[in-house]
């Protein structure tokens, strides 16, 4: 069928990090050239510069939409560099930072989505995701008319990223201490972007792992390319074992015992580590991030920033301020010092670091930043599939109404992204129990109900209430 004559079978909508949808559904050459050509509409009113990255993460058709859009932006006289092979996000990212008259990167990933998902994003050349304003006009210039120039064409150009990447993380990451703490650690490469990257890495600097799934699957081995304790199955007693999400921007640890450590909990070790080896500026979290995360930054006097869901609002807080880190709980986080995008390669390679440097255990460091805050939480989380938006609406009318959830008593709310419930004890002189955060996923048709609490208990609890008013 030809492009002209394919059916349009929804409307083209940016979300927390770029459009995405199913292949051969909405996700299509037709969609993706209109796509591309409202960014060629957005870079010519906006820039001068005429240099374009393209990059694909491991999908099914990645490499065919990116060749496809290369093609598009040629016509339009741009010199497009078009990776050589699968390539992380991050790592296109920080090339689009360095390259000569960039005016941003175009990468073709699902992240941690389904297999039979694509996706398709822009990376302005500040090397972070588009902002809002950037998408939303992005969008307000789909099948807009703009001709293509005549005769003026531009020129692809196949390109390795790799190397200037590699230079640039080793400018951030002490390998030498990462060598001497000889800790033992597996890489499970969950068949994503960050194979050829996270392990070429390690050799050339010397530091001895074991690897498993060590190769490039559009299937990612039937599972989701997530770096989550149900997917990250290879554990071994004493080892530390690290993985990325299907594009590498995410990260996923499990400890020497073999127990997964959430991100709120990397965050929180990694601040206080950063400290002290003397990194100064605040810290930046998105709304769903722990409350241990406040109190650590509290503690070591360090000044808090909270922003909506999507590293795309971290990133503009990253660049308008001094950073320490910035993190989000779905295990995407940066540092100042790098680019204001998740990097899932450059996290467990900071991990790593912080457990050789301070020559402890992941298991042990979890342990004291515990006891340095003084509190410990307790995380879940339930998803309830949308049909339409009116039920959506439903929902949130229904628990905006109540003054206490599964007994505990609603003392505040926060309205940045979706709505907060804070909640106290009131039999308790009303001491802080948790909160839960609701709100529309940005890449799925989903109200996320996220619960955090001071126990298990009471996680249950809440999440108890949840399914019985949903």
């Known amino acids: 069928m030809a492009i002209g004559q394919e059916k349009i079978k929804s409307e083209i909508k940016f979300g927390t990090d770029g459009f995405r949808g199913i292949i051969a559904d909405n996700f299509t050459f037709h969609n993706v050239d209109r796509i591309i050509k409202a960014i060629v509409a957005y870079i010519l009113e906006t820039s001068?510069?005429?240099?374009?990255?393209?990059?694909?993460?491991?999908?099914?058709?990645?490499?065919r939409f990116a060749e496809f859009s290369s093609e598009i932006l040629k016509d339009f006289g741009f010199k497009v560099l078009l990776s050589s092979h699968v390539v992380p996000t991050p790592t296109l990212a920080y090339a689009a930072t360095i390259e000569p008259n960039c005016a941003g990167a175009i990468m073709f990933t699902a992240s941690h989505n389904p297999k039979e998902y694509l996706g398709v994003k822009f990376i302005p050349n500040y090397g972070g995701p588009a902002t809002?304003?950037?998408?939303?006009?992005?969008?307000?210039?789909?099948?807009?008319?703009?001709?293509?120039?005549?005769?003026?064409?531009g020129e692809i150009i196949e390109k390795d990223f790799s190397e200037e990447y590699f230079q640039h993380i080793e400018s951030l990451i002490d390998f030498n201490i990462i060598h001497e703490g000889k800790v033992k650690f597996i890489y499970d490469g969950l068949y994503s972007a960050s194979i050829g990257y996270f392990d070429k890495i390690l050799e050339r600097n010397g530091i001895n792992f074991e690897a498993v799934n060590l190769h490039h699957?559009?299937?990612?081995?039937?599972?989701?390319?997530?770096?989550?304790?149900?997917?990250?199955?290879?554990?071994?007693?004493?080892?530390?074992?690290?993985?990325?999400?299907?594009?590498?921007?995410?990260?996923?640890?499990?400890?020497?015992d073999g127990e997964y450590i959430s991100p709120n909990i990397i965050m929180a070790i990694l601040l206080k580590y950063l400290v002290s080896k003397?990194?100064?500026?605040?810290?930046?979290?998105?709304?769903?991030?722990?409350?241990?995360?406040?109190?650590?930054?509290?503690?070591?006097?360090?000044?808090?920033?909270?922003?909506?869901?999507?590293?795309?609002?971290?990133?503009?807080?990253?660049?308008?301020?001094?950073?320490?880190?910035?993190?989000?709980?779905?295990?995407?986080?940066?540092?100042?010092?790098?680019?204001?995008?998740?990097?899932?390669?450059?996290?467990?390679?900071?991990?790593?670091?912080?457990?050789?440097?301070?020559?402890?255990?992941?298991?042990?460091?979890?342990?004291?930043?515990?006891?340095?805050?003084?509190?410990?939480?307790?995380?879940?989380?339930v998803d309830v599939k949308l049909k339409s938006n009116d039920e959506k609406a439903a929902l949130l009318e229904r628990f905006c109404v109540f003054s206490d959830i599964a007994g505990f008593k609603i003392s505040d709310t926060l309205n940045i992204d979706g709505i907060k419930f804070f909640l106290k004890d009131?039999?308790?002189?009303?001491?802080?129990?948790?909160?839960?955060?609701?709100?529309?996923?940005?890449?799925?048709?989903?109200?996320?109900?996220?619960?955090?609490?001071?126990?298990?208990?009471?996680?249950?609890?809440?999440?108890?209430?949840?399914?019985?008013?949903?």
């Open 132 to 153: 809002k304003k950037i998408t939303d006009k992005i969008v307000s210039l789909i099948d807009v008319d703009i001709k293509t120039p005549v005769n003026i064409k």
């Open 278 to 381: 003397g990194h100064k500026g605040k810290m930046i979290k998105t709304v769903g991030v722990s409350e241990i995360i406040d109190i650590v930054s509290k503690k070591l006097g360090i000044e808090t920033i909270t922003t909506p869901v999507g590293f795309k609002w971290l990133s503009e807080k990253m660049r308008e301020n001094e950073t320490i880190l910035a993190g989000e709980d779905s295990g995407g986080l940066s540092i100042g010092r790098h680019i204001p995008e998740k990097d899932g390669i450059f996290a467990n390679l900071l991990i790593l670091e912080a457990v050789c440097a301070l020559k402890k255990p992941l298991c042990e460091l979890k342990k004291e930043i515990i006891n340095f805050s003084g509190k410990e939480f307790f995380q879940d989380r």
């Open 426 to 470: 009131a039999k308790k002189e009303e001491q802080n129990v948790g909160w839960i955060l609701i709100r529309e996923s940005g890449t799925e048709p989903l109200l996320r109900f996220y619960i955090e609490a001071d126990t298990v208990q009471n996680v249950d609890m809440i999440k108890d209430f949840v399914k019985k008013n949903v």
């Open 48 to 63: 001068t510069r005429k240099t374009i990255l393209i990059g694909y993460d491991p999908r099914f058709m990645a490499d």
């Open 217 to 256: 699957d559009p299937n990612f081995g039937g599972n989701l390319p997530e770096p989550k304790p149900k997917f990250m199955k290879h554990k071994k007693a004493g080892f530390l074992t690290f993985a990325n999400d299907g594009d590498a921007d995410r990260y996923g640890v499990i400890d020497e």
